[in-house]
């Protein structure tokens, strides 16, 4: 009893995927256009199984999908932008009129969930290390805290003269 080497359909699926070279352009842009990877894949005209195994064995493929899946991602926050300044016209049934919406809720909670990812990959595409993103940090929450003191030091009365001694506020309160 002989067992089969792969699946049924698998040589004819191998035989009907484009060529690395092509579909892994046509795969990158269609992801970078849609941040969906099955979309992308389809439009790349090759099977997602594919795209996963080249990207589990490729390192740079794999660098290459995370650049983009976070241009994709930075598109999709560009055209959340635009609907957050410029609202959807949206019209009820029956009205003849549309009415400017704003969804911010769902546009801001999308947003949110998205910016870690999107940090963590342009340190990754700056090559920055977690000790050099620390320490950028620690220097932007230093500059931060010497503008607080700054302020509070502007807006703390000058007195002149020398500084009253202890005990002298109550020896005039006495007399």
Not at 11 to 30: D, G, K, Q, V
Not at 84 to 103: Q, T, W
Not at 161 to 170: D, I, L, N, V
Request: proline share 6%; with cysteine.
């Amino acid at each position: 009893m002989t067992e089969p080497t792969s699946r049924p359909g698998a040589a004819a699926r191998r035989a009907a995927t484009p060529p690395a070279s092509s579909w892994r352009r046509a795969f990158l842009a269609a992801l970078a256009e849609t941040s969906n990877v099955a979309r992308a894949a389809r439009k790349a005209g090759v099977p997602i199984s594919t795209v996963y195994d080249t990207r589990r064995k490729k390192p740079d493929f794999a660098r290459q999908w995370r650049d983009a899946l976070c241009e994709g991602y930075d598109n999709l926050e560009m055209e959340l932008l635009g609907r957050l300044r410029e609202g959807e016209i949206k019209r009820a049934p029956g009205a003849k009129m549309g009415v400017r919406s704003f969804d911010n809720a769902n546009a801001f909670r999308l947003l949110s969930v998205h910016r870690e990812g999107a940090a963590q990959a342009r340190a990754e595409r700056a090559h920055l290390s977690a000790a050099e993103i620390r320490a950028a940090l620690e220097r932007k929450i230093a500059a931060m805290r010497a503008q607080v003191l700054a302020r509070q030091e502007a807006e703390t009365p000058l007195i002149e003269g020398p500084a009253p001694k202890a005990g002298a506020a109550e020896a005039n309160n006495a007399e």
